[in-house]
């Protein structure tokens, strides 16, 4: 009997541990960055200084673009409201550091995913918004139609602390095309100095040409060439370190682009919780606990198809009806022919 | 006993609560990078940097290190000042001196050059000449030539440039001329001294510095033609200059602001001095017979001179400073290229802020050091 109480009371006690010990694992999944924001009542997220379609606030200092959608969808899913994000416009040479440094949580500013970025500097790249590749823009007047007749001496405008400035030696190193680099710190300096005739091109990333045009003095002067000089994988990225707070910025990214995939619209999100299909059924909240893992409640994709609306609508919103890419091209669904293609969500 | 102790207590609290501090930020600054995983360390900077620079006035390009580009950076910085202080000091002189002018008209434009450029602030200044004045010069193709050799466009200043046979001579016959002059000077002054007799040294310095190089040219062997830049066509409308030597916007824009700005408070330095030097002084030296010139070139400017000295170092490491702002126009000075790009592309923000900040340091300390040495020179010895 003795005996038997001392082996009931390792037993009780080895529970004991094993519960406190999840217990704990539990709390830890609650991410610091997660009890911060919950805290603080708003996403801090860092944006561009003004990329139509992508970041760019108007006149009364409302944030629209698929990058600033990013970071509604995590306030949505996280918060319960789109709205509560508070944006940080940061140059191309600020970014990093404002997010290493904790100023921000998420930074969602067009920013190319690299290994040298994500194994380097204390970042992490969480997926891809927007598939996209270097460009050139002339002046139509030039005659210039392909890369293929850029001559030595050329001048070529673009930004310090992109990617751009080291596609553009490579670029040009290939073609055994000498050039002079004149790289401005803000985008819209870039701009004036090309359409002031400083530069003979212009080269970004091509969306960026694309909604850079938009705001010249006269948009119809200048084309982008047809040839794409490298690989621009555009996504968010978070603080290296908190993986929980990582994978709700990934899952509410990739929650926009699977609900794209299966119909749901913010419009019919309500209805589609009777769905036969149990993968929808789960992206809306009405079946299995995906929220948990996160330390969050189960509507929390609802929340985000119903706020900020599926990939679909927010590309076809910011950028389709602008004008400035109506062409989805890679950023297309894999479905229909694109090279969007996101982890199941279950 | 208690007195040095008394002494020495505050030294060693002062000490303490610097290490502190420091030893606080240190700490606090290895912790949040290991907590991020960020690395630190100087490695990089022999890594390649794979980015090139529009302007450099050494071998540059993606190939080299950072390193490299470091230095690219930092004799960018050291050009635009050393530039932008000789024209702000021309500059700053003669207005100072144009501000104590008689003339109603030259005085009151003197200084109303001075409150318009000291009374706006620099970085508008900056953008004022590069994107204002920048979009009103012509393509290249439309440029006219300016005494038929130089071409102002808006992709920048061409000019020709010298091509040379037998450089070294030609160089040697003006050290020769240096040499010579000073040899000269130094005998008109004892000839001065012990004989009372002035001799023209001035014209002969002039003769001297003309005539060596001259002789260089005739029975040196030496010889000089220019290459003279040529319009070349890159598309349709798209133009460039090439051969010559080609001075990008950018640096024009920088310097000239630079100067215009700094040339302000210069200006008003060696007003001071000039006006800090007691009327009495110029009187006594027109009383013992001495001309306008000679009161001015003896008496006044020497005395002067201590005044303005000073201050005027304060102006040479604010431009120097001040031409940090480059970044704004593309200019690829030290903060462009190294703080900016190096720092993007290697993520390495300590280490690079840091060598940044110690090099203008070194720059500021420098200029200080030469200056100081100078004002030493002029001061008045007290024997």
């Known amino acids: 009997m003795f005996k038997y109480l001392k082996q009931l009371t390792s037993l009780v ?57 990013v970071c509604r969808a995590v306030a949505a899913a996280v918060l319960g409201d789109a709205n509560k994000v508070k944006f940080t416009p940061l140059s191309a040479k600020e970014r990093f550091t404002a997010l290493t440094s904790g100023e921000i949580d998420i930074l ?6 690299t290994l040298s970025r994500d194994a380097d500097i204390g970042l992490t790249f969480v997926g891809v918004n927007f598939y996209d590749g270097q460009g050139f823009m002339v002046r139509k007047s030039s005659g210039i139609t392909s890369t293929s007749q850029f001559k030595d001496g050329i001048s070529a405008c673009t930004n310090i602390g992109t990617t751009t400035e080291l596609n553009m030696r490579d670029f040009f190193n290939s073609k055994g095309i000498s050039y002079e680099p004149v790289a401005f710190e803000k985008a819209d300096e870039v701009v004036a100095a090309y359409d002031a005739g400083r530069c003979d091109t ?65 419009a ?36 985000i198809i119903k706020q900020v609306g599926n990939y679909g609508e927010s590309y076809k919103r910011n950028i389709a009806d602008t004008g400035i890419l109506p062409d989805r091209g890679p950023n297309e669904l894999w479905t229909k022919g694109g090279i969007l293609y996101v982890p199941p969500a279950r | 006993m208690d007195l040095k102790l008394q002494k020495i207590i505050p030294q060693l609290i002062t000490v303490l609560v610097v290490v502190l501090v420091f030893g606080f930020f240190t700490y606090n600054a290895q912790i949040n990078m290991e907590n991020r995983g960020i ?55 003669i207005v100072g001196v144009a501000r104590l002018s008689p003339n109603y008209l030259i005085n009151q434009f003197a200084a109303f050059y001075v409150e318009f450029f000291r009374n ?148 008003e330095c060696v007003r001071a001095g000039i006006q800090g030097v007691g009327k009495g002084q110029k009187e006594a030296a027109a009383s013992i017979g ?43 000075d030290l903060v462009l290229v190294f703080a ?22 070194s720059l500021s300390i420098s200029i200080s050091i030469l200056m100081n040495w100078y004002n030493k020179k002029i001061a008045i010895k007290e024997k």
């Open chain 2, 120 to 267: 706006i602030p620099l970085l508008l200044q900056i953008f004022f000449w590069y994107f204002a004045a920048l979009r009103a010069l012509p393509l290249p193709q439309d440029a006219d030539a300016m005494l038929g050799v130089f071409f102002l466009t808006i992709k920048g200043l061409y000019v020709p440039a010298f091509i040379w046979e037998n450089l070294n001579v030609f160089l040697y016959s003006i050290i020769a001329a240096i040499i010579s002059i000073i040899v000269i000077r130094i005998h008109a002054r004892k000839v001065q001294e012990t004989q009372g007799k002035q001799l023209p040294v001035f014209w002969i310095s002039v003769g001297l510095i003309f005539i060596l190089p001259l002789l260089s040219f005739l029975i040196g062997g030496v010889s000089l033609s220019f290459e003279i830049p040529k319009l070349k066509q890159l598309a349709t409308t798209s133009f460039k200059y090439e051969g010559g030597i080609s001075l990008p916007p950018e640096l024009i824009a920088l310097t000239l602001s630079l100067a215009l700005y700094t040339a302000t408070f210069i200006a």
């Open chain 2, 39 to 93: 690395d630190f360390g100087y490695g990089f900077l022999s890594q390649e940097s794979s980015f090139d620079v529009q302007f450099s006035l050494i071998e540059y390009d993606g190939s080299h290190s950072y390193f490299r580009a470091y230095l690219v950076g930092l004799l960018n910085t050291i050009l635009v000042s050393v530039i932008g202080i000789i024209i702000a000091t021309i500059l700053g002189v």
């Open chain 1, 268 to 303: 019919n999100a309500d209805s589609m919780k009777t769905s036969d299909n149990p993968a929808v059924k789960r992206l809306v909240g009405a079946e299995g606990e995906l929220g948990a893992a996160f330390g969050l409640d189960n509507e929390w994709s609802l929340r």
């Open chain 1, 108 to 113: 969602s500013r067009n920013t190319t995913w």
């Open chain 2, 290 to 332: 001495l001309n306008p010139n000679q009161v001015l070139k003896l008496v006044v400017m020497p005395q002067a001179l201590r005044i303005i000295i000073p201050p005027t170092t304060n102006q040479y490491l604010n431009l120097t400073k001040n031409s940090s702002l480059a970044a704004a126009i593309a200019y690829p």
């Open chain 1, 202 to 266: 212009y080269t970004t990333d091509k969306s960026g040409l694309a909604a850079q045009r938009t705001k010249m003095s006269n948009p119809d002067d200048h084309i982008v060439l047809p040839e794409t000089v490298s690989k621009e994988p555009l996504g968010p990225v978070v603080r290296q370190g908190d993986s929980v707070w990582e994978d709700i910025v990934r899952w509410s990214l990739n929650a926009m682009i699977e609900a794209e995939e299966y119909g749901i619209t913010s």
């Open chain 2, 340 to 361: 900016g790009t190096a720092l993007m592309q290697t993520g390495k923000a300590i280490e690079i802020v840091s060598i940044t900040m110690l090099t203008y340091l």
């Open chain 1, 13 to 69: 006690a080895m529970v004991a541990v094993l519960f406190t010990f999840t217990t704990e694992t539990m709390a830890a999944k609650k991410s610091k960055t997660l009890k911060n924001t919950q805290k603080k009542g708003f996403v801090r997220c860092g944006v561009s200084q003004g990329l139509p379609g992508f970041s760019n606030a108007d006149a009364a200092g409302n944030w629209t673009g698929i990058d600033v959608d």
